[in-house]
């Protein structure tokens, strides 16, 4: 694989992961249970966008072809999407869309914290603008898991079971391939598999505050990051995003 | 205009006290949470501040509407940022309201049961995404008309809030006005779009200062407290001379066959919405009420656990700390 390839897939997987999670959060836009969550969200959902925009338009950058960030986010099908299948599942209870958020948090800012010291000036500079905010998408997150985790009984057992729900998409996280070997190669990011430790400790930290109990299964659904299977629920979320720009080729909004 | 048909509570108290208060109004004093105030201008503040909170409340579901269909990740950000404003400006009013000792989550039940209003406004759907700019360049145009003079108003956490408001609506504005231009100037698919916007969206627009003057019969005792600062038919005037040429500019017809430039009174002649479908949206019959009653009542109910759950916790940790001193 060159690596220009590995470097547009590498910067695709941060775009994607942003974009169809802040896609997913901004879908709870005037339905939250209390309005400073609803601002929270709206908040979050609107710095994921941000990044998607440095991320995405960085990869159509380096990908050469003249597309911008826009013709990636609104005119692939689904097989070229390279998020992490994590970000795909639907928002379920408030419960669930926040344990998702801690989960993915936890690794973003260390993924961040990495791509601080990236080769690649671009990529070092997206990292420390974006980790700024995941630091606060972090503490609110983790927050919030340990107020519900260790609230009510049935605040406990729906945290409990979104836990559950979400553990097995994890895995995906941490797992290295022929990109990430390129990347790692050239100084550009992390490892996946490197970061899992740091990983444990914190969310395992902050499950125990949240008196929740980490399932012991290590299983990992995949597919996401390399576009080999994504969840049903992807084709539904893209048939929404990309409506106007598919309905109305060559537009101008 | 947020707040519509604001009815003045009949005040009973003491003569002089009265006179007193009205002095320092007319003087220009602001009120302030602590001041005596007449019950009366207590009350009405409360259905007032607390309609235009509901309003920004209720507001974000036409825009969510679009949040997730918006054609470019700048658009998103865009709709994002001003969505997340208006939750933002929810909240500065219900602080605003609570200093006239109602409770946040007491305003909140009586927008939930019914008993308070929101603006009509938020009762129509947004269909097509020239809505949004329709909604930013019509919507909180006319909501600032209001608003800016509300920044004078005699009391002083009201006022202090429509400060920070004003500042944030009259940027919605200008993206809104940004929206449909771009539309307006795009493909025939486009300009289609944003004349259908503006064709549902006008008399509605016109419809958020409230009644004609000749049947606005609360406005007297507000004016003289400085809660409302102009008629609903002066406003009403000046959106319309306001907002004519910018829809020229576009390229877009005002749907009034009857619209002309009055030289004489040195403002447009315009028709009259039609006032029977206002009072229908009052009643509850607009195209949207049930459902975007419901759609907050399902995200009160079904948020409940939440609200219980963080209480909880924040009790056992405050017991904790207690009990580690």
């Known amino acids: 694989m060159a690596c220009e390839d590995a470097f547009t897939q590498f910067l695709l997987r941060m775009g994607d992961n942003t974009l169809i999670l802040g896609h997913r959060v901004s879908e709870w836009c005037g339905h939250a249970p209390v309005l400073e969550e609803d601002i929270a969200l709206a908040n979050t959902a609107l710095d994921l966008i941000g990044q998607t925009q440095m991320w995405l338009g960085l990869a159509a950058e380096v990908q050469g072809e003249g597309k911008s960030a826009d013709d990636l986010a609104f005119l692939r099908d689904a097989w070229d999407f390279r998020n992490v299948l994590l970000m795909e599942v639907p928002n379920g209870d408030f419960g669930r869309t926040l344990m998702r958020q801690f989960l993915f948090d936890a690794w973003h800012s260390i993924q961040l914290g990495r791509l601080m010291k990236s080769s690649d000036d671009r990529v070092a500079a997206i990292a420390e603008k974006a980790s700024k905010e995941v630091a606060y998408h972090l503490e609110r997150s983790a927050d919030t898991v340990v107020g519900l985790g260790d609230g009510t009984e049935e605040s406990h057992r729906r945290m409990q079971e979104a836990l559950d729900y979400l553990w097995p998409y994890i895995g995906e996280m941490f797992q290295s391939d022929e990109t990430d070997a390129e990347m790692v190669k050239a100084g550009i990011a992390p490892d996946p598999a490197s970061l899992r430790e740091e990983y444990d400790t914190l969310v395992s930290r902050v499950l125990t505050e949240a008196t929740l109990t980490i399932p012991e299964s290590r299983f990992a659904h995949k597919g996401g990051r390399t576009g080999a299977m994504h969840t049903e629920h992807l084709g539904h979320l893209l048939t929404q995003m990309q409506w106007l720009q598919r309905a109305y080729p060559g537009a101008k909004w | ?185 795009g493909t025939p698919a486009q300009k289609k779009m944003a004349q259908d916007a503006l064709n549902r969206l006008w008399y509605p627009s016109l419809m958020m200062f409230g009644p004609s003057d000749k049947d606005s019969v609360h406005s007297a005792q507000s004016m003289a407290w400085k809660i409302k600062m102009n008629t609903n038919d002066e406003l009403r005037q000046k959106f319309v001379d306001q907002t004519v040429p910018q829809a020229e500019y576009l390229g877009l017809t005002v749907p009034d066959p009857d619209l002309k430039w009055n030289e004489e009174r040195g403002h447009y002649d315009y028709s009259d919405p039609d006032w029977s479908e206002f009072f229908d949206v009052i009643k509850g019959n607009g195209p949207c009420n049930v459902d975007r009653l419901a759609a907050r009542n399902k995200a009160w109910d079904d948020g409940e656990w939440v609200r219980d759950g963080l209480l909880a916790h924040a009790k056992k940790k405050a017991a904790r700390k207690v009990a580690a001193e």
């Open chain 2, 1 to 185: 205009m947020y707040a519509q048909m604001i009815k003045s509570e009949a005040t009973q108290d003491d003569p002089e006290k009265l006179a007193a208060f009205q002095a320092r109004i007319d003087a220009g004093e602001k009120i302030e949470p602590k001041d005596w105030m007449p019950e009366g201008y207590r009350k009405t503040l409360i259905r007032q501040i607390g309609q235009h909170a509901h309003s920004e409340i209720v507001g974000q579901l036409p825009e969510g509407n679009w949040i997730t269909r918006a054609p470019t990740l700048e658009r998103k950000a865009i709709l994002l940022a001003k969505v997340q404003d208006e939750a933002g400006h929810g909240l500065y009013l219900y602080c605003a309201a609570e200093t006239l000792g109602v409770s946040r989550d007491e305003i909140t039940e009586m927008l939930l049961d019914g008993r308070m209003k929101y603006s009509s406004i938020f009762n129509y759907p947004t269909l097509n995404w020239a809505d949004i700019g329709a909604v930013g360049w019509l919507v909180d145009g006319a909501a600032i008309m209001n608003q800016v003079p509300l920044q004078r108003t005699s009391f002083g956490p009201y006022s202090r809030a429509m400060i920070r408001i004003c500042k944030e609506e009259s940027f919605h504005q200008r993206q809104g006005y940004d929206a449909i231009r771009k539309m307006a100037e």
